[in-house]
């Protein structure tokens, strides 16, 4: 398993972790997540599920692969530390961050697609509890 | 079940001046009658375009099986002021199976002020796709500072739809006409396309190529053009189920934009001719027994109603 770059965090399965329980109770929530099935825990349910998940670090990998190949190794390095830096701009964590700069960089602030009409993570109807997440990232939890 | 029901057809008919020659042998590009290129890139250019659009808004389908069965487009182009462009057409009929859904449905999408095009396959996919393309032309227009070329959408469309691998049951025939002059191309829902004079899409595809093959010649006026590609669409309409209804077409050249919904009504319903309702009496009573039918109370329940 290559556990190094990009290709580390390449979808290949579904995890299981996804199931998560809500309640002290519970087992499943089935609203929510629908009923249960071993099958759909472990294999996609859509032949293009995981080539979705995986899109965007598909398109990253290619691009920066090709960048490499015709200015060499600086460019994918440059670009590649651009994306950290911005990634670290960031709202408390459970108030949703617009990524602006990340938008820019990858030039998805002249496009709209699937994922600006659909599954919006900014128009969310859940949402983290505020003062856990807080301390967790505080490290005080 | 998606049925990909659509024909579509196009003409790319070069100019006949011999004294220029045209860098397209399909699709010569003529200078609009004067000599001047005014190279239109602003987005201001909104009077030139005669925009006649109806839109349709009676697409409330819900389902996801639906035919767009035939649409027809093809280019006109000739030389010396005569009308350059492109003409689009389609039918209007969209199928859920075996039952007409929409008997007047608009297959003809916008995308910008010079592209259109006509989709035939589910119509939630081709509306959205075409929507979302429209929206993504806009923004790279905007961004670029010109007129979209429909080169731009033939690329954009084919990378979405291979990116899903032909899940989207999108089948479309664009047509438009930018700075480098009238294309068409035809997109598959796999994601192939091909440029080409005159296209069909759809189940009727086959009718309408047939009429196509037969008749197209370059160099046609854009009477002549719109007059073939109605009896295009036609043979469809008549001779393919999935066909039906009113004939669409657009006009898409350098100076004006027509959209002319509908341009011919194939299939007219019957005009009725008289009421043919029974008037009481028409029927004359001969003899009249009445019986009287005893009924007797068995049981008698009281439940109160709660009506606040």
Same mark, same amino acid.
């Given at each position: 398993?290559?556990?190094?770059?990009? *290709?580390?965090?390449?979808?290949?399965?579904?995890?299981? !972790?996804?199931?998560?329980? *809500?309640?002290?109770?519970?087992?499943? @929530?089935?609203?929510?997540?629908?009923?249960?099935?071993?099958?759909? /825990?472990?294999?996609?349910?859509?032949?293009? /599920?995981?080539? /979705?998940?995986?899109?965007?670090?598909?398109?990253?990998? !290619?691009?920066?692969?090709?960048?490499?190949?015709?200015?060499?190794?600086? *460019?994918?390095?440059?670009?590649?530390? /651009?994306?950290?830096?911005?990634?670290?701009?960031?709202?408390?964590?459970?108030?949703?961050?617009?990524?602006?700069?990340? @938008?820019?960089?990858?030039?998805?602030?002249?496009?709209?697609?699937?994922?600006?009409?659909?599954? @919006?993570?900014?128009?969310?109807?859940?949402?983290?509890?505020?003062?856990?997440?807080?301390?967790?990232?505080?490290?005080?939890? | 079940?998606?049925?990909? $029901?659509?024909?579509?057809?196009?003409?790319?008919?070069?100019?006949?001046? %011999? #004294?220029?020659?045209?860098?397209?042998?399909?699709?010569?590009?003529?200078?609009? &009658?004067?000599?001047?290129?005014?190279?239109?890139?602003?987005?201001?250019?909104?009077?030139?375009?005669?925009?006649?659009?109806?839109?349709?808004?009676?697409?409330?389908?819900?389902?996801?099986?639906?035919?767009? %069965?035939?649409?027809?487009?093809?280019?006109?182009?000739?030389?010396?002021?005569?009308?350059?462009?492109?003409?689009?057409?389609?039918?209007?009929?969209?199928?859920?199976?075996?039952?007409?859904? +929409?008997?007047?449905?608009?297959?003809?999408? $916008?995308?910008? %002020?010079?592209?259109?095009?006509?989709?035939?396959?589910?119509?939630? +996919?081709?509306?959205?796709?075409?929507?979302?393309?429209?929206?993504?032309?806009?923004?790279?227009?905007?961004?670029?500072?010109?007129?979209?070329?429909?080169?731009?959408?033939?690329?954009?469309?084919?990378?979405?739809?291979?990116?899903?691998?032909?899940?989207?049951?999108?089948?479309?025939?664009?047509?438009?006409?930018?700075?480098?002059?009238?294309?068409?191309?035809?997109?598959?829902?796999?994601?192939?396309?091909?440029?080409?004079?005159?296209?069909?899409?759809?189940?009727?595809?086959?009718?309408?190529?047939?009429?196509?093959?037969?008749?197209?010649?370059?160099?046609?006026?854009?009477?002549?053009?719109?007059?073939?590609?109605? +009896?295009?669409?036609?043979?469809?309409?008549?001779?393919?189920?999935?066909?039906?209804?009113?004939?669409?077409?657009?006009?898409?050249?350098?100076?004006?934009?027509?959209?002319?919904? %509908?341009? #011919?009504?194939?299939?007219?319903? &019957?005009?009725?001719?008289?009421?043919?309702?029974?008037?009481?009496?028409?029927?004359?009573?001969?003899?009249?027994?009445?019986?009287?039918?005893?009924?007797?109370?068995?049981?008698?329940?009281?439940?109160?109603? #709660?009506?606040?």
């Amino acid at each position: 398993m290559n556990s190094r770059g990009a *290709a580390s965090l390449l979808k290949d399965s579904i995890s299981f !972790t996804d199931v998560s329980a *809500a309640g002290l109770f519970e087992g499943h @929530d089935l609203l929510r997540r629908g009923f249960t099935s071993v099958k759909n /825990e472990l294999l996609p349910s859509h032949p293009l /599920e995981l080539t /979705e998940k995986n899109f965007q670090l598909n398109q990253d990998k !290619t691009n920066f692969a090709t960048l490499r190949n015709i200015q060499g190794i600086h *460019a994918p390095l440059k670009l590649q530390m /651009e994306f950290r830096a911005v990634k670290q701009v960031q709202r408390l964590p459970f108030l949703h961050s617009s990524n602006m700069s990340m @938008d820019i960089l990858r030039g998805n602030d002249e496009c709209i697609g699937f994922e600006d009409i659909l599954n @919006d993570p900014s128009q969310s109807e859940v949402m983290g509890e505020p003062h856990m997440m807080m301390e967790h990232k505080l490290g005080l939890l | 079940m998606v049925h990909s $029901f659509c024909s579509s057809a196009l003409l790319s008919l070069p100019g006949s001046s %011999p #004294d220029t020659s045209s860098p397209w042998d399909i699709a010569g590009a003529a200078v609009w &009658g004067s000599g001047t290129h005014s190279s239109q890139e602003c987005a201001g250019t909104g009077t030139r375009h005669s925009l006649v659009r109806a839109r349709s808004t009676t697409r409330a389908l819900p389902q996801g099986q639906f035919a767009l %069965p035939l649409t027809s487009s093809k280019e006109n182009l000739s030389w010396a002021g005569l009308v350059d462009g492109v003409v689009l057409g389609a039918d209007t009929r969209a199928t859920e199976g075996m039952v007409v859904a +929409d008997k007047n449905c608009s297959k003809i999408h $916008f995308i910008s %002020p010079n592209i259109y095009c006509c989709g035939a396959g589910t119509a939630a +996919d081709t509306e959205m796709t075409t929507q979302l393309i429209s929206s993504n032309l806009e923004l790279h227009s905007l961004s670029t500072g010109r007129l979209p070329r429909v080169v731009t959408a033939n690329r954009m469309l084919k990378q979405m739809l291979f990116r899903y691998q032909g899940y989207i049951g999108a089948a479309l025939v664009l047509g438009g006409v930018d700075v480098t002059g009238p294309h068409l191309y035809s997109i598959h829902p796999h994601g192939s396309t091909d440029k080409l004079p005159y296209v069909t899409m759809g189940s009727g595809s086959l009718a309408a190529m047939a009429v196509f093959e037969d008749k197209y010649k370059p160099d046609m006026e854009e009477e002549e053009a719109k007059q073939l590609v109605r +009896d295009a669409i036609a043979a469809g309409i008549y001779n393919d189920l999935g066909s039906g209804s009113n004939i669409d077409i657009c006009v898409i050249s350098k100076s004006k934009l027509d959209f002319l919904r %509908p341009y #011919d009504v194939a299939n007219r319903k &019957g005009d009725r001719f008289g009421r043919y309702k029974c008037e009481k009496g028409t029927t004359a009573v001969l003899t009249e027994n009445v019986a009287h039918l005893e009924l007797e109370v068995v049981d008698e329940t009281v439940q109160t109603m #709660d009506t606040s």
